[in-house]
Structure formats: structure tokens, C-alpha cells
């Protein structure tokens, strides 16, 4: 008969140890961390070229309304619903500013701030987004945006009612040749309205 201090079992030990699993853990950690700092980025430079081609695509519209109808449209209301039949519908810029707008004055000259006016441009309604799906901010000299004789007989002192400043302030145009700026907010947002019209 056998004992039970006789009985010998030969069994192989395989697995990771700690120290194994614990080395491994950091080199998947590092590997997951630089992968996903790539689709990062790799993902901002492809909202950034969207941004930048529906850009070039409103500032076509634009000069393209220019030429059919001898001045610019005047900006769309920022607050409209998406399911809004006004969205990207122009605003009256013979007439005070209208809701989701905003007109500021500058000795005698007045601009409209407001969003891109889609509808009128006859572009596709998400044009009025940037990439990162807020509302492109439209501001336009109003004279410039309510008949072509007003848009003929315009004529800015100085650097004009529109001054464009870099990071530190510094002005940016040195001449009255700005009629409209269109902004996207980038990445953050700050100051824009948002995909649902809100701030």
C-alpha cells in the first residue's frame, strides 16, 4: 500500500508571474496611449480640413451672390432649430437686428452678426456647421448686404467698422477691405452657438 507521502505528481507551472503580467500591463498601456494620441490626431486634422473646405465652399456662395445679385446676404439667425424651415434663412439687414442676431455700430457704420445664411446661398443646411458642429459665426458690413447701390456707393474710413486682431492683439488689416468675416471656433467652441442653437 502507498502512503500519501509517497505519491508524486508532476505538474507543470505556466502563466504569467506578477512581475510578467505587471511588464506587460505597461507595455500595453504604452501602446494604447500612443495609438490613441494618433486617432487624435489624425482625427482634429480631418475635422480641420472639413472645416477649411466648407470654408472655401460659403466663401464661393458668397461671391457667387455677389455677382447675381450685386451685394452680400445679410447673416441668418444663430438660434434656429434644426428642424427650423428659417435655418440659414437670411435676416432683413435694412431693419434692426433681428432674434438671434446681433448689430453692433461703429461711429456711423453698423455690422450684423449672426450665422451663415445657408438657405439663401442655396448650399447644403450642414454648411452651416464647422467640423466640430457649431455654427460658423457670419458678420457682414450691412450696408453691404441690403441692395447693390448701397454695396456700390459703400465707402469705410480708415480700416473700416471691421478690425481683425492676431493672438496678441496686434491689428491684422491695414486697409478698409474687409466686408465680412465668417469664424469657426475650432475645436473648443468658445463663443459659439452649438449644433442646437445655444451658447
Not at 87 to 91: A, K
Given at each position: 500500500?502507498?502512503?500519501?507521502?509517497d505519491?508524486?505528481?508532476?505538474?507543470?507551472?505556466?502563466?504569467?508571474?506578477?512581475?510578467?503580467?505587471?511588464?506587460?500591463?505597461?507595455?500595453?498601456?504604452?501602446i494604447?496611449?500612443s495609438?490613441?494620441?494618433?486617432?487624435?490626431?489624425?482625427?482634429?486634422?480631418?475635422?480641420?480640413?472639413?472645416?477649411?473646405?466648407?470654408?472655401?465652399?460659403?466663401?464661393?456662395?458668397?461671391?457667387?451672390?455677389?455677382?447675381t445679385?450685386?451685394?452680400?446676404?445679410?447673416?441668418?439667425?444663430?438660434?434656429?432649430a434644426?428642424?427650423?424651415?428659417n435655418?440659414?434663412?437670411?435676416?432683413d439687414?435694412?431693419?434692426?437686428?433681428?432674434?438671434?442676431?446681433?448689430?453692433?455700430?461703429?461711429?456711423?457704420?453698423?455690422?450684423?452678426?449672426?450665422?451663415?445664411p445657408v438657405?439663401?446661398?442655396?448650399?447644403?443646411?450642414?454648411?452651416?456647421?464647422?467640423?466640430?458642429?457649431?455654427?460658423?459665426?457670419?458678420?457682414?458690413?450691412?450696408?453691404?448686404?441690403?441692395?447693390?447701390?448701397?454695396?456700390k456707393?459703400?465707402?469705410?474710413?480708415?480700416?473700416?467698422?471691421?478690425?481683425?486682431?492676431?493672438?496678441?492683439?496686434?491689428?491684422?488689416?491695414?486697409?478698409?477691405?474687409?466686408?465680412?468675416?465668417?469664424?469657426?471656433?475650432?475645436?473648443?467652441?468658445?463663443?459659439?452657438?452649438?449644433?442646437?442653437?445655444?451658447?
Open positions: 500500500s502507498r502512503t500519501s507521502g505519491c508524486k505528481m508532476n505538474i507543470s507551472q505556466k502563466g504569467f508571474s506578477v512581475l510578467e503580467l505587471a511588464i506587460s500591463l505597461v507595455i500595453s498601456s504604452i494604447y496611449v495609438f490613441l494620441g494618433y486617432f487624435v490626431n489624425m482625427s482634429k486634422g480631418d475635422l480641420e480640413k472639413e472645416t477649411n473646405a466648407k470654408i472655401q465652399e460659403i466663401e464661393a456662395a458668397l461671391n457667387k451672390y455677389v455677382q445679385n450685386g451685394y452680400l446676404p445679410c447673416p441668418a439667425s444663430r438660434d434656429d434644426l428642424t427650423s424651415s435655418l440659414g434663412v437670411s435676416t439687414c435694412t431693419l434692426g437686428s433681428a432674434t438671434g442676431t446681433t448689430d453692433v455700430t461703429n461711429a456711423s457704420t453698423t455690422i450684423r452678426i449672426g450665422a451663415v438657405a439663401t446661398l442655396g448650399v447644403d443646411r450642414n454648411y452651416i456647421f464647422d467640423g466640430w458642429k457649431n455654427r460658423f459665426t457670419y458678420i457682414v458690413v450691412k450696408s453691404l448686404a441690403t441692395t447693390s447701390s448701397s454695396f456707393s459703400y465707402a469705410a474710413s480708415g480700416t473700416g467698422p471691421i478690425i481683425i486682431q492676431d493672438k496678441n492683439a496686434n491689428q491684422t488689416n491695414v486697409s478698409n477691405d474687409v466686408s465680412y468675416v465668417l469664424i469657426s471656433h475650432g475645436m473648443k467652441g468658445y463663443g459659439a452657438y452649438n449644433i442646437d442653437g445655444t451658447v
